[in-house]
């Protein structure tokens, strides 16, 4: 089956600063979406993107399917972003493990 | 437009018994999805109903099902639960059946279940 790797586990960020997740798969897909879990374990829609690139406000994502990536940028950080990202990709969609990220007031 | 709604939000159950999970998906959609979140395992794909069938399936024992009705409302069934059952169920919904493009899944905040 598709193997999915998120990078990195752990991010810790200072309010304001930018940071770029990673998803790398293992086969071709057609599609790809990205997810943020907030604390209290709701799921939320970032993208989805089986292919080139999207933006929505401070959040924009890349996935170059010829290559197997996925690309999430956050610019200008804040609190709220804080809480768990995930891609997740194909037929049966599995799920990353995850990039947990804080972010400090 | 109203999203993904699961009922209960809450539920602790003890070993052996079952268990009833709702989930209403989003006017208009279809297919419904249900997931397991655990620390352990992370996110899995339990199942996905489309038109009241079951089209696809994860690798679950038997003792997790599922059904959809006419309104395309699902629930959930566990039967003999064990202590791993304990965890956070998602449901999502989609306009589309997964193999069709685009497949974008809308999840519910999910049902958190302990079994003691």
């Known amino acids: 089956g598709i193997q999915v790797e998120q990078s990195p586990p752990d991010l810790i960020l200072q309010e304001g600063a930018n940071s770029t997740l990673r998803c790398n798969f293992s086969d071709s897909v057609n599609n790809l979406q990205w997810f943020h879990q907030n604390p209290w374990g709701q799921l939320i829609n970032l993208f989805y993107?089986?292919?080139g690139t999207k933006q929505n406000g401070r959040l924009s994502a890349t996935t170059v399917a010829t290559e197997r990536y996925s690309l999430l940028y956050i610019s200008s950080s804040q609190t709220t972003d804080s809480g768990v990202y995930f891609c997740?990709?194909?037929?049966?969609?599995?799920f990353g493990a995850g990039t947990r990220l804080f972010v400090k007031a | 437009k109203a999203g993904v709604t699961q009922t209960p939000r809450y539920l602790i159950k003890t070993r052996g018994q079952q268990v009833t999970l709702s989930c209403s998906p989003i006017?208009?959609?279809?297919?419904v999805s249900w997931y397991q979140q655990t620390p352990g395992q992370g996110l899995q794909f339990l199942f996905e109903?489309?038109?009241?069938?079951?089209?696809n399936k994860g690798n679950f024992p038997g003792r997790f099902s599922g059904r959809q009705f006419s309104n395309s409302r699902s629930e959930m069934n566990v039967s003999t639960l064990e202590l791993g059952d304990s965890a956070l169920y998602l449901c999502?919904?989609?306009?589309?059946?997964?193999?069709?493009?685009?497949?974008?899944?809308?999840f519910g905040p999910g049902t958190r279940l302990t079994v003691t």
């Open positions: 993107i089986p292919s």
């Open positions: 999502a919904s989609s306009l589309r059946f997964r193999g069709q493009s685009p497949y974008e899944q809308y």
């Open positions: 997740a990709l194909g037929f049966k969609t599995i």
């Open positions: 006017s208009g959609h279809r297919s």
């Open positions: 109903y489309f038109s009241e069938t079951q089209r």
